[in-house]
């Protein structure tokens, strides 16, 4: 008669040979394909001939695939034990089984054996992109348009559940991951969310037109140094940044007659001046009488020049050794070298070509009041 210890011992050598023939098709009745938590296996541990299982710690594949533990017995380290090597702890999973699990890293067993740590899943009504508006400059260094935002996976580190992102990306409070460089709602932390009007550049919220280059917000569409993008300074012989593009110096010449309405050239004058949209060093007025003419640079001459562009008037500035302004003479915009405004100097530096029909456009060098005939030039630079 077959004793209880030999039974036992057949009825295990049967469950063997029934596992054994399992793990060559990777199927097992009533066995899930992992026990807790995927196929996270260890690749020196047999682990090519039952990849869907963690040889490390799944009970039922202990150290191979065909080695499943003794009732009561855990699986740690890859060996069927009676504890669970320290730090790991037993815990039931679903199914009943008792694997060991590190509450220190462990996702599904964080801190504790019941608590599971999770992700988003779902980004809701979330929009692809960085949320930014439309921040008008032609090149931003790469930090517009790109991916803004993405779902990251869960972690446990130290016992505390959080979310492992993407390089470059950072989890805040709703568990979605953020590039901080680039998203409207997070500028360069989750609690900085830049103005309806700014948009987030290298983690900087600045106006739209604008870039964030070294340490501040630069106008990258008229700025000659950071033309169209960060550092890119526009050389001689196109010294003026204009919407973003390095241009040559914006000028307006043109001849005009004695005693004729200059109504062609007020067409000129008015083309001219809706092309000074840059940021510009120098103005000078010259002529066919003083082709050297007067040269005004630094600010003032920025300031005569955006003027001239938004049709408004600048009270006189000393600069170049003259005194210049700007201001309305009849129905056109007026440039002075002379200091004053609608003035006949005599000789004088002065051109207003769309002053109400009359033949008083101006001139360099001579009278300003039906003047002889010429050609006057504005340059800004």
């Given at each position: ?15 063997a ?16 394909a ?39 017995a ?20 679903d ?10 890293n ?9 608590t599971?740590?999770?992700?988003a ?9 960085p ?8 090149f931003?260094?790469g ?20 979310v ?9 409070s ?8 680039n998203?409207?709602?997070h500028?360069g ?17 600045c ?8 340490s501040?917000c630069?106008?990258?569409?008229n700025?000659?140094?950071n ?37 062609t ?8 001046r ?24 630094g ?15 600048v ?10 302004t700007?201001?309305?003479c009849?129905s ?50």
């Amino acid at each position: 008669m077959v004793g209880f210890r030999e039974m036992k011992r057949l009825a295990w050598v049967a469950a063997a040979a029934a596992l054994l023939a399992a793990c060559a098709t990777g199927i097992l009745a009533g066995d899930d394909a992992s026990i807790d938590g995927g196929s996270g296996v260890d690749a020196t541990v047999d682990a090519s001939a039952c990849p869907q299982w963690d040889l490390t710690k799944d009970p039922l594949h202990c150290g191979s695939c065909n080695n499943a533990c003794e009732a009561g017995a855990v699986c740690s380290s890859g060996q069927c034990k009676i504890q669970c090597d320290t730090p790991t702890i037993k815990c039931i999973v679903d199914g009943g089984a008792t694997v060991c699990a590190d509450p220190t890293n462990d996702p599904n067993h964080c801190g504790s054996c019941t608590t599971t740590c999770t992700a988003a899943t779902d980004a809701g009504s979330l929009l692809p992109g960085p949320n930014n508006p439309d921040a008008g400059v032609p090149f931003d260094g790469g930090y517009d348009g790109g991916p803004g935002w993405s779902l990251g996976t869960a972690s446990c580190d130290a016992s505390t559940c959080g979310v492992v992102c993407p390089q470059g990306m950072t989890a805040c409070s709703d568990g979605i991951c953020y590039d901080p460089q680039n998203f409207h709602d997070h500028c360069g932390s989750c609690n900085t969310a830049c103005q309806s009007t700014e948009w987030c550049t290298q983690g900087h919220c600045c106006s739209q037109g604008t870039a964030y280059c070294g340490s501040s917000c630069v106008d990258v569409l008229n700025d000659a140094n950071n033309c169209g993008s960060c550092g890119h300074v526009c050389p001689s012989q196109t010294p003026v940044c204009s919407a973003g593009a390095c241009a040559a110096a914006i000028t307006f010449s043109q001849s005009f007659t004695l005693n004729v309405t200059a109504t062609t050239q007020c067409t000129a004058w008015n083309t001219f001046r809706s092309t000074l949209t840059g940021t510009y060093s120098s103005i000078t007025l010259s002529g066919s009488n003083d082709t050297t003419g007067r040269t005004c640079t630094g600010a003032a001459a920025n300031t005569l020049c955006q003027a001239l562009h938004n049709n408004t008037a600048v009270s006189p500035v000393s600069c170049g050794g003259y005194t210049w302004t700007t201001g309305t003479c009849g129905s056109g915009i007026e440039l002075s070298a002379d200091g004053t405004i609608c003035n006949c100097s005599t000789p004088g530096y002065c051109v207003r070509p769309c002053i109400t029909s009359t033949v008083n456009w101006g001139g360099i060098a001579t009278n300003t009041c039906n003047a002889p005939t010429q050609t006057i030039t504005v340059t800004c630079k």
